[in-house]
């Protein structure tokens, strides 16, 4: 392999994607493929990426992991190695992380998947100095019904180390409740990869215009890009690398949209030098009549509410009290008791440039102005909320909960938490379900299992007892000779089978669990 023009090294580039599963429990995945392709197009564009590129597409885990274990030996020091994984990711009993291939079985993850540690042990024999991870992963159930957690992929725990950059689409795993709809936090693992794709395809990712793509570009770019879009999911980013890496050079200068200012034509000198310089200016070339004031979306909040096991079972709708801040009527969120001035510190964009000082990056980044707190405007404050836009108060929500959802899981209300400073978005509200213990039954995933103690002449004889169930009275058959310890399985009387699509849908899939009844035999 020859020399890359963008380093002394060699420059590769391995993509898995995984949408297809045997196992039907893991929902197909729609992206997957076209991101693979659409992402190994502009790492492989020699005016862009020039990375020498190999796809894994819907691969058993033996062959992922052997082209994992060939993309990581012989390398030299110099060598720029970047993988790219877009699958279902799951967890074990014990919270170990694993991406699944075509042949995965979801309860044998250790000998059917690729372990996030096989793929740290590759990492940490390898040579090269730079290794680029990018994760784009559905978390959807990516919990195993005994799995241990605190609802959160650790990435950087699982893959993190010297010399490395882990760039994922969330961490989270919980999931989002929106309409007639239940998804996961991420919704859909393509708006991660499209960002990166859009952004090094444009040259967009080049924040400082210097013609460069660094992988810390590419993050802030991806997750500006998710912000904006109103996406409800949270790209995270781990690095530990010894100098700037450079992932892409641009093949013609960004164009940046700017409110109030035509999108401009055909690329000239002078849009180019514009490009330049476009961090400074972000909310347009020349000071408009009416000043841009920006606001802030509220903090997501989170609380936990009690739920009996039949109402997590059949599902139930609840009202529940939220003590949240809510938009100030005397000033209507604006925060400003009379008509305010432009802020003379920002020119009425609420946003300065400051220069940003660390390992990774030293190029100037525009933060909010401390002068007017990012309003862009200034003025006497309203004396009801003291300028925040907000106050106090206390809202009561009714709440859809659907059938077949467990303790721990949860679900996301939309639009439903705090309203922003300044008027912004609402940001959203969490609800945790917390399932109380039942005096009979005891739930284990979608099956209930419960204790049935009779005397030995009934062992020994057989009989019909009656059971009190979720779904009132069933009549149990004791078998003649049952032994003690033995379960008897009643079908279909367990809870409902919640099953949640690679888009997020959720949907009854008409299948429930079981109930299995464990006899003890006395004296």
Not at 291 to 301: E, I, S
């Amino acid at each position: 392999m020859a020399d890359s023009p963008l380093g002394t090294g060699c420059r590769d580039a391995l993509l898995i994607a995984t949408g297809t599963y045997d196992d039907h429990t893991l929902s197909t995945l729609r992206s997957p493929e076209q991101d693979c392709a659409g992402l190994a197009d502009v790492l492989a564009d020699p005016r862009i990426g020039a990375f020498r590129t190999e796809q894994v597409r819907d691969a058993p885990a033996h062959q992922a992991m052997r082209a994992i274990e060939r993309f990581f030996l012989n390398r030299s020091r110099n060598d720029l190695l970047l993988l790219h994984v877009s699958c279902h990711g799951i967890k074990d009993d014990d919270g170990h992380l694993y991406f699944a291939a075509r042949d995965t079985d979801r309860d044998l993850p250790a000998s059917t998947a690729v372990p996030a540690a096989f793929l740290r042990d590759r990492m940490e024999r390898c040579r090269a100095r730079t290794i680029i991870v990018l994760l784009d992963c559905c978390y959807s159930g990516a919990f195993l019904p005994s799995a241990k957690g605190d609802g959160q992929i650790h990435v950087r725990d699982e893959l993190g180390g010297h010399g490395r950059a882990i760039l994922t689409a969330t961490n989270r795993t919980e999931y989002a409740w929106e309409g007639k709809r239940i998804e996961s936090a991420a919704p859909q693992p393509s708006r991660f990869t499209g960002a990166l794709i859009e952004g090094l395809r444009t040259g967009a990712a080049d924040l400082n215009g210097d013609g460069r793509i660094t992988v810390t570009e590419l993050y802030d770019y991806a997750y500006e890009s998710l912000h904006r879009a109103g996406v409800k999911q949270h790209p995270r980013m781990w690095a530990d690398l010894e100098y700037q890496v450079t992932i892409a050079r641009t093949v013609e200068a960004p164009i940046r949209d700017s409110p109030g200012v035509s999108p401009p034509g055909p690329p000239t000198q002078e849009t180019a030098d514009l490009s330049k310089v476009a961090i400074r200016d972000l909310f347009g070339a020349a000071k408009a009549s009416r000043p841009y004031v920006p606001v802030l979306r509220g903090q997501d909040a989170s609380i936990r509410q009690e739920f009996t096991l039949e109402e997590t079972v059949f599902g139930t709708v609840k009202d529940i009290t939220v003590d949240t801040a809510v938009m100030c009527s005397s000033c209507s969120g604006s925060g400003w008791a009379t008509a305010a001035t432009c802020c003379e510190a920002c020119q009425g964009r609420g946003e300065r440039l400051q220069s940003k000082r660390g390992f990774l990056d030293e190029s100037p980044r525009v933060r909010p102005c401390p002068t007017c707190q990012g309003r862009g405007i200034a003025g006497p404050l309203c004396s009801q909320c003291d300028g925040n836009g907000r106050v106090p108060g206390r809202r009561t929500l009714t709440v859809k909960i659907p059938a077949g959802v467990d303790n721990g899981t949860r679900i996301q209300f939309a639009g439903e938490g705090e309203a922003g400073p300044g008027g912004g978005e609402p940001a959203d509200l969490y609800l945790e379900v917390v399932e109380l213990p039942h005096r009979v039954f005891e739930r284990r995933g979608d099956d209930l299992h419960c204790t049935l103690t009779i005397p030995q002449a009934t062992a020994n004889t057989g009989d019909m007892v009656q059971l009190e169930t979720l779904d009132g009275t069933k009549t149990v058959r004791i078998p003649q000779g049952i032994r003690h310890g033995q379960a008897l399985r009643l079908a279909k009387l367990g809870a409902t089978h919640l099953k949640v699509g690679g888009w997020g849908e959720a949907f009854n899939a008409g299948d429930r669990g079981d109930i299995l009844v464990h006899v003890e035999i006395c004296d």
